[in-house]
C-alpha cells in the first residue's frame, strides 16, 4: 500500500474517532446537566428540611400579573354627606385626600375576633367594602386595615389605608383615612416567580433560621418607592409569613425581598398626619382632639 493511501486512511481514523468522542462528550454533557438541574429543583426543600424549617400548603396556581398604576383618590365634602355614616362623627378632608374623624361616642368592636371587625366598622368609616382587616397593632393600639385592589391588598401604604384609635377599653375613638382610585395595568401580564422560589430567596438571604415554621404565603401589591401625591406604581407581590410574627414581602416578577417594619411605617404615618393637620386653616375642638391623641401615642 502506498504511502498517501495509508495517511489518508489514517486521518479518515481519527477524524471519525474524533466524531465518535464529540457525541460521547455531548451525550454525558448532557445527562449531567440533566443530573444538575433535577437537583437544583429538589435543593431548596432538601436544604429547608435540613434545617427543619417547614412550611404549609403553598398556593398551587400558576399566577400572570403586571405591574399596575394607581391614582390616589380625592375626597369631597359633599362626598361625605352623601356617605353620612350612621355612628355620629366629626370628619374633616386634609389636603383633599384624608379623612380624619372623631367619633362623638366611642364605639365598641371586637378586637379579639378579626373576622368580626370588618362588619363592625361598616357602620364607622367611608366605603368599608374597599378595605380588608389587617392587624391590632397592640404597641400603639391602632387597628390597620389595607385598601383592596383587583381583590388583593396593597401593603404598607399611607395612601389606601385606614388607622382606628382605640382607648384603654379597645373602643374606637377615632380614625384615618386614605383611599386608591382608579386602577390600570402598565405591560402585559407575565407568570409569577412560584411561592417555594420566593421562600428560596429569603432563605438566601439568611432571613430564615433553623426551626422556623412559615405559616402563611399570600400574593398582594407593593409599591417598590412610595411617593406623597399623584400615581403610584405596585408589583404583584409575595407576603410570606414567618413564626407568625415576622413578614418579609417578594416582588414576584422581579425577585427581590424586602421587609417593613410596622412600628416604623406606623411612626411616619402618624407624624405625616399630625404635619397636615398643623397646616390646616380648621381649629375645631374635635380635630385638636385627634392631633393631641397621635402625638400622645407618637411620644409614647
Known sequence: MQWGQIKS?????????????????LEKKEQADIGVLEHQSSTVEEQLEAESITFNDLPEEEYEETFISVEQQHFKEDELKRNKQKKRQDSYIFNSNMI??????????????????????QDIVYYPEEYEFWNWNKEHNVLIFFQNKMDRPIYYN??????????????????????????ESLAEKRKLIEPLTAIEKIYEEGKLQTGDDITKVNIGFHTRVPIESGVQVFAPTWKVNVNE??????NAIEGFIFSTHEEE?????????????????K?????KDIEKDIKKRIQQ
Do not use: C, R, W
Open 158 to 183: 399611607q395612601h389606601g389605608i385606614i388607622i382606628a384609635f382605640l382607648n384603654e377599653k379597645n373602643e374606637v375613638t377615632s380614625y384615618v383615612q386614605t383611599m386608591l382610585g382608579e386602577t
Open 100 to 121: 380624619a374623624s372623631n367619633m362623638k361616642k366611642p364605639q365598641e368592636v371586637t378586637v379579639d375576633k378579626p373576622e368580626k371587625l370588618i362588619d363592625e366598622i
Open 283 to 287: 381649629s375645631d375642638d374635635a380635630l
Open 265 to 281: 411605617f406606623l411612626d411616619e404615618l402618624m407624624e405625616s398626619i399630625v404635619d397636615k393637620s398643623n397646616v390646616t386653616k
Open 245 to 250: 410574627d415576622k413578614e418579609y414581602f417578594v
Open 9 to 25: 486512511l489514517l486521518i479518515l481514523s481519527f477524524f471519525v474517532l474524533d466524531i465518535y468522542l464529540f457525541a460521547q462528550f
